[in-house]
């Protein structure tokens, strides 16, 4: 195959801002209604953190579910523990979990004054 015919069928893009966070949104939302009971249990303790440390990250939840033996249904699921305007993300720091490879992770604040 020669280079001008690789061309001759250009692949599309679709660049959508809005579709974008719409396809986003209904992702989460599918993740976290097949991982109800983890999503609330780990939610329940990011918030109990918050309560006894001021703030929680992924980080503290995933020692947390390993200590108690929990497990989502689909790893998409940890995405889903801090949606939901009560959480303020209040900066960034690099993951403790050898897997995550040191990557950027946020640290979250509960805010229970919030009111939809």
């Known amino acids: 195959m020669s280079q001008s015919e690789l061309f001759q069928n250009p692949v599309r893009v679709a660049l959508d ?12 939302a599918l993740v976290e209604s097949h991982n109800e009971d983890f999503v609330e249990v780990m939610r329940e303790e990011a918030r109990r ?3 006894a440390h001021g ?8 020692e947390y579910a390993g200590r108690a033996g929990l497990a989502p249904n689909s790893p ?3 995405g889903c523990l801090f949606l939901g305007k009560e959480w303020e993300s209040v900066g960034f720091e690099r993951s403790r ?5 040191a ?7 509960f805010n229970p004054f ?3």
């Open 17 to 28: 801002n809005v579709a974008a966070i719409q396809a986003k949104q209904h992702g989460q």
């Open 49 to 51: 953190v918050c309560y």
């Open 55 to 62: 703030t929680v990250t992924s980080d503290d939840l995933r």
């Open 76 to 78: 998409n699921a940890w």
């Open 97 to 101: 979990l050898v897997s995550n490879h």
């Open 103 to 109: 990557r950027t992770i946020r640290r979250w604040r």
């Open 114 to 116: 919030y009111k939809p």
